[in-house]
C-alpha cells in the first residue's frame, strides 16, 4: 500500500502562488498514478491534476494554464505549483493515489490527510 503526507498549505493573496507536496512511501514501485484533488466547505470533492506512470499530465479546466503537477521519483514525491491564484481556489487540498487512471475521487484508493489553501483577495 502507499502512504501519502502532505505539506506546502497556507494563506496567500490572489495573484500569488504556492506549491503543495506529497511524499509518498510504501508500494511506490507500483508506479501509481498521482493525483490532487480538492474540497471546499461544502462542496463535493473535485479533481484537479493527475500524473500517470509514463508522466502524462491531465488537468481539470480551472486549473488549466495556471497549475502544474511534476514528480521527483528520487524523493518518491508529487508536487502542485499553484500560481495566480484566485480566491475560488480555496479548499482543503489532497494528494491521491490510484493504480487505474481515473478523474473520480472513489477509484482513488489512498489519500493525504489534506492542506488548506486559502487565497484573500
Known amino acids: 500500500q502507499v502512504q501519502l503526507v502532505e505539506s506546502g498549505g497556507g494563506l496567500v493573496q490572489a495573484g500569488g502562488s504556492l506549491r503543495l507536496s506529497c511524499a509518498a512511501s510504501g508500494r511506490t514501485a507500483s508506479s501509481p498514478i498521482l493525483a490532487w484533488f480538492r474540497q471546499a466547505p461544502g462542496k463535493e470533492r473535485e479533481f484537479v491534476a493527475r500524473?500517470?506512470?509514463?508522466?502524462?499530465?491531465y488537468y481539470a479546466d480551472s486549473v488549466k494554464g495556471r497549475f502544474t503537477i511534476t514528480a521527483d521519483t528520487a524523493k518518491n514525491t508529487v508536487y502542485l505549483q499553484m500560481n495566480s491564484l484566485k480566491p475560488e481556489d480555496t479548499a482543503v487540498y489532497y494528494c491521491a493515489a490510484s493504480f487505474v487512471l481515473s478523474t473520480t475521487a472513489r477509484e482513488y484508493t489512498y489519500w493525504g490527510q489534506g492542506t488548506q489553501v486559502t487565497v484573500s483577495s
Open positions: 500524473k500517470s506512470w509514463n508522466g502524462g499530465t
